[in-house]
């Protein structure tokens, strides 16, 4: 399916998403913290799009935003899709998590949480996954700081 296509399918499932390719050839889709569980369901379940390969999970700092960009791949119809969510709220970053949908998920949202911060709702075992639990703070964002540690140059 060309990414027209995708696109013209997609946009009439939920409502206000937006679409871009920002000059790559994956159809970028961003989509609002509460709309991105039941659009990655439908992404999935969806007898024309089976998007059944989450393939890439990652935390992103936009500073001031926090999001999460998801790529997906249907196995069946060779076609992929870039899915992104952002919030503003640095203090308590949260977003549905989508390991029911793609068991691979609960590893990466764990990773992200590690990392950036950012709660999963509904993950079934959200704790740190390469960090102490002593650990403060969250290295991967742009605000983050550590005296110990610093690189400076």
């Not at 027209?4 to 994956?26: C, H, Y």
């Not at 999970?57 to 899915?83: F, N």
């Not at 709702?121 to 290295?139: A, I, Q, S, V």
Request: charged share 30%; net charge negative; glycine share 4%.
């Amino acid at each position: 399916m060309t990414n027209e296509a995708l696109q013209n399918l997609i946009s009439g499932w939920i409502p206000d998403l937006e679409f871009s390719e920002e000059g790559s050839q994956f159809l970028n889709i961003t989509v609002q913290p509460e709309q991105l569980h039941p659009l990655m369901l439908k992404l999935k379940t969806n007898s024309d799009t089976k998007f059944d390969y989450l393939f890439c999970l990652s935390g992103v700092d936009w500073e001031p935003e926090l999001g999460v960009v998801y790529h997906l791949e249907s196995t069946e119809y060779r076609h992929t899709i870039v899915v992104k969510v952002k919030t503003a709220d640095r203090e308590n970053p949260t977003f549905d998590s989508v390991c029911d949908i793609w068991k691979t998920a609960e590893f990466h949202e764990r990773e992200v949480f590690d990392f950036f911060g950012i709660k999963f709702n509904n993950h079934p075992n959200l704790k740190r996954l390469f960090l102490t639990d002593e650990w403060e703070g969250f290295p991967l964002r742009k605000d983050y700081e550590d005296e110990i540690n610093m690189v400076i140059k």
